[in-house]
């Protein structure tokens, strides 16, 4: 009587593991399956905006947004960096709701970077070259 004990405990014990596997595993409803996963927007490459000072925009690129709205962050972020510390100035606290980082790289006569700028699933990439 007591090997039968055993194996019905042992039974019970799979049973209750796959009870519990399956409670927790059902919340997730399928989320390994490529239709959970969100839709990734790839980058695209947009127009160049006319810089507004002396310089150049290099590239701008969007992802989950329009060119549109790469165009109106890359303006804004220029108007913010000249209004805190001027052409060698940085954008403290982000442009049009989106958060703001640089990459750069300057020489006496220039300042080349690279602005990433993200809003939730949007994302805004610019680089210039701007002459100080």
Same mark, same amino acid.
Request: charge should be positive; include cysteine.
């Given at each position: 009587?007591?090997?039968? *004990?055993?194996? =019905?405990?042992?039974?019970?014990?799979?049973?209750?593991?796959?009870?519990?596997?399956?409670?927790?595993?059902?919340?997730?409803?399928?989320?390994?399956?490529?239709?959970?996963?969100?839709?990734?927007?790839?980058?695209?490459?947009?127009?160049?905006?006319?810089?507004?000072?002396?310089?150049?925009?290099?590239?701008?690129?969007?992802?989950?947004?329009?060119?549109?709205?790469?165009?109106?962050?890359?303006?804004?972020?220029?108007?913010?960096?000249?209004?805190?510390?001027?052409?060698?100035?940085?954008?403290?606290?982000?442009?049009?709701?989106?958060?703001? *980082?640089?990459? *750069?790289? *300057?020489?006496?006569?220039?300042?080349?970077?690279?602005?990433?700028?993200?809003?939730?699933?949007?994302?805004?990439?610019? =680089?210039?070259?701007?002459?100080?």
């Amino acid at each position: 009587m007591t090997g039968r *004990s055993k194996r =019905t405990s042992r039974a019970e014990w799979y049973l209750r593991a796959a009870v519990l596997l399956a409670a927790v595993t059902a919340p997730l409803g399928g989320a390994c399956g490529a239709s959970a996963k969100p839709t990734a927007h790839p980058p695209r490459t947009c127009p160049l905006p006319t810089y507004p000072g002396l310089g150049y925009f290099t590239s701008l690129s969007v992802s989950g947004t329009t060119c549109a709205t790469g165009k109106k962050v890359a303006i804004a972020y220029y108007h913010c960096r000249l209004k805190h510390g001027g052409v060698k100035g940085r954008c403290p606290g982000g442009v049009l709701g989106f958060r703001c *980082s640089v990459v *750069s790289d *300057s020489i006496p006569t220039e300042i080349d970077a690279r602005v990433t700028c993200t809003y939730k699933h949007e994302t805004v990439v610019h =680089t210039y070259q701007q002459d100080t």
